[in-house]
């Protein structure tokens, strides 16, 4: 499970795809910043992070 020292607020959204373009652009702006989203009515929030191995593509 990932730990989080500070968390922020960045924008508040009505819709799933209303979020996910924020975080595009937020990700644009800020490259180097970890971003994500979470719905308010969690209580309690858990992110489990999964490595990334590399790019599937046809062969």
Not at 16 to 33: E, I, L, M
Request: glycine share 6%; hydrophobic share 30%; proline share 3%.
């Amino acid at each position: 499970m990932k730990n989080f020292c500070k968390m922020a607020v960045i924008d508040r959204y009505h819709s799933a795809p209303d979020a996910w373009n924020g975080y595009k652009q937020q990700h644009k702006t800020f490259p180097g910043k970890e971003l994500y989203i979470f719905h308010t009515s969690k209580e309690q929030i858990e992110v489990e992070e999964q490595y990334f191995i590399g790019i599937r593509g046809r062969v």
